[in-house]
């Protein structure tokens, strides 16, 4: 069994960044691939980021490409999201996401991913 913890969400001015963390508990974190999705209200969860098992693959949503930043902290056991030059429409519910599977490729469907962190709320105003 695999939990993941998310934080580092909260209210900030548009421009400004915000760095979300997930910290994984459980097996072997490096066996896997990692991603970020979020949920604003009324919609559906999209993919935001993803990381592969060895890190060297990174896969970005074209709403955040060039603003957000994923990385990893294998001996932490931890995900980041970089989150910079804000905007009023990143505001969402920002969930952490586990993939088993064991190729180097960085799935971005939902379906794709076997556990989910609880979400962090981030809230961009103008």
């Known amino acids: 069994q695999v939990q993941l913890v998310e934080s580092g969400g909260g209210l900030v001015q548009a421009g400004g960044s915000l760095r979300l963390s997930c910290a994984a508990s459980g097996r072997t974190f490096s066996t896997y691939a990692m991603g970020w999705f979020r949920q604003a209200p009324g919609k559906e969860r999209v993919f935001a980021a993803g990381?592969?098992?060895?890190?060297?693959?990174?896969i970005y949503a074209d709403s955040v490409k060039g603003r957000f930043t994923i990385s990893r902290d294998y001996a932490k056991n931890t995900v980041y999201l970089q989150m910079d030059s804000l905007k009023p429409e990143d505001t969402a519910v920002y969930y952490c996401?586990?993939?088993?599977?064991?190729?180097?490729?960085?799935?971005?469907?939902?379906?794709?991913?076997?556990?989910w962190g609880q979400g962090t709320q981030v809230t961009v105003s103008s």
């Open positions: 996401a586990l993939d088993r599977g064991y190729s180097d490729h960085v799935p971005v469907s939902w379906y794709e991913y076997d556990y």
């Open positions: 990381i592969s098992r060895s890190g060297g693959n990174t």
